[in-house]
Structure formats: structure tokens, C-alpha cells
């Protein structure tokens, strides 16, 4: 199957920083998405972008499917920003989504 | 909006008892998953369940796991004899050919 790497695995950042988490994945994919696992575990749907550049306030999203990697940027983070940022793709036939193994984000006050 | 939900929140068992995890998918959506996530790790495919029969199963999901659409709104999965190493978030999600959608999750804790 499709091989999805995040990086980086760890993130710690200062309220008020900005950074950039990073998802390859290894083959043509038809879907993509971001997700953020908050303290409660719930998955949070950030982005629907398998292609393109979406903006939704502070977070913004590029997929450059092409060459097989999208990235989502936070600006000014905040406390509430921290928990597990989730990549998933998705091949076509909607059989299976693959998840990659997730950037763990702490932001301190 | 349109959620998916899934019911217990929380359920404990002891081992090699029989558990039933609920969901209800997004009403026009075809397509419906069961993922799992051991705590503090990754989140991983069990099934994906599509025109009343299983798409797809992961290696994970043996003989002791079933799913059934038994009506037209719910969807369950089911472990017949459940073990310590089965204590996990059971998530299930249902997509339109677009996003995924997931439910808050089902804890299950086994003793």
C-alpha cells in the first residue's frame, strides 16, 4: 500500500510562533486531508485538499500532488493549536484512507 | 452540518466477552469505515464496508471482528471474544466519495 511519512513527529512551539508540518506520500492519490486529534481524541476535519491551496483562518493548506507532498501551515499559534496533526490519502476507489503517523504539536503559553 | 455519532462513548469489558460498537453515518453517504487507535499511537484501518459488503479488511480485523448494516441508518462492529490487546479509540467514518467524516470514537477498555 501507500506509504504516508509526516515530519516532523514532534513539534514544540511558543504562542505567537508560526510553523509548517510536512506529509509525503509514495504514490498518486486521489484525496487527501488534515486532521487534528485534540486532548478529548476526536479527529477534527481541517482540510479537504487534494490538490491546491485553502486558507481557514490562521491554518492554511498546499497540496502539490504532482510531486507528492502537501503542507499545513499555522500562524500565531495559540495553546488550543496543540494535539496531533493527522495527514490521510486516499488512492480512488475509496476503499481505504491511509494515514500517516502523525506531528505531535505543543504549544506553550 | 451533518455528524457522524457513535455510541457508547465509553465501554469497558472483561476479556472473551462479545461488545457491539454503534454508528450512525452521515445519512446520503455510501461508503463507511471502522478505524482503531491504540493509545498514544497511530490510527489504522480495520474495514470499509460498501453496497451492503465488506470492501476492504486489514490484517487486524480477523475472525473474532464482524461489521453488519443491519438497518438502513446504523452500522456496528462487532468482537466476539474480546481481548486486553483490543483496549482502544474504535472510530468509525463515512465519506460521499469526498471527505472522510469521523465520529467522536468509542473507547473500549478490556480487563
Known amino acids: 500500500g501507500i506509504q504516508v511519512e509526516q515530519s516532523p513527529p514532534d513539534l514544540i512551539l511558543q504562542e505567537g510562533a508560526n510553523s509548517t508540518l510536512r506529509c509525503n506520500f509514495s504514490d498518486s492519490v486521489n484525496n487527501l486531508q488534515w486532521f487534528h486529534q485534540n486532548p478529548w481524541g476526536q479527529l477534527i476535519n481541517l482540510f479537504y485538499?487534494?490538490?491546491g491551496t485553502k486558507q481557514n483562518g490562521r491554518l492554511s493548506a498546499t497540496t502539490v500532488a504532482t510531486e507528492r507532498y502537501s503542507l499545513l501551515y499555522i500562524s500565531s499559534s495559540q495553546t488550543t493549536d496543540s494535539g496531533v496533526y493527522f495527514c490521510a490519502v486516499e488512492q480512488g476507489n475509496f476503499n481505504k484512507f491511509y494515514f500517516g503517523s502523525g506531528t505531535k504539536l505543543n504549544v506553550k503559553p | 452540518e451533518p455528524e457522524v455519532t457513535q455510541t457508547p462513548s465509553h465501554q469497558v469489558t472483561q476479556m472473551g466477552q462479545e461488545v457491539i460498537l454503534r454508528c450512525v453515518p452521515i445519512s446520503n453517504h455510501l461508503y463507511f469505515y471502522w478505524y482503531r487507535q491504540i493509545l498514544g499511537q497511530k490510527v489504522e484501518f480495520l474495514v470499509s464496508?460498501?453496497?451492503?459488503?465488506?470492501?476492504?479488511k486489514s490484517e487486524i480485523f480477523d475472525d473474532q471482528f464482524s461489521v453488519e448494516r443491519p438497518d438502513g441508518s446504523n452500522f456496528t462492529l462487532k468482537i466476539r471474544s474480546t481481548k486486553l490487546e483490543d483496549s482502544a479509540m474504535y472510530f468509525c467514518?463515512?465519506?460521499?466519495?469526498?471527505?472522510?467524516?469521523f465520529g467522536n470514537g468509542t473507547r473500549l477498555t478490556v480487563t
Open positions: 464496508f460498501y453496497n451492503n459488503e465488506i470492501s476492504e
Open positions: 467514518a463515512s465519506t460521499d466519495f469526498s471527505a472522510l467524516h
Open positions: 485538499i487534494p490538490s
